[in-house]
């Protein structure tokens, strides 16, 4: 039988990760970097297929 706090937590669980900065200190990885660095990637992936389009 399943344990209904156990089936709360499998949902709640929060995934977390950080990045080691040039002076060695851990930090966290938020929401905002990954968005920002997504944002970037759509950047670049478009210009790089505007430009090659042109060709």
């Not at 929060?14 to 990045?19: D, I, P």
């Not at 851990?26 to 389009?53: F, H, R, W, Y």
């Amino acid at each position: 039988m399943n344990d209904p706090q156990q089936d709360s937590d499998t949902y709640n669980c929060t995934l977390t990760g950080s990045v080691i900065d040039r002076n060695g200190e851990e930090v966290p990885i938020t929401e905002d970097m990954i968005q920002q660095a997504c944002e970037e990637l759509e950047d670049t992936s478009l210009g790089k297929a505007n430009a090659d389009s042109k060709h």
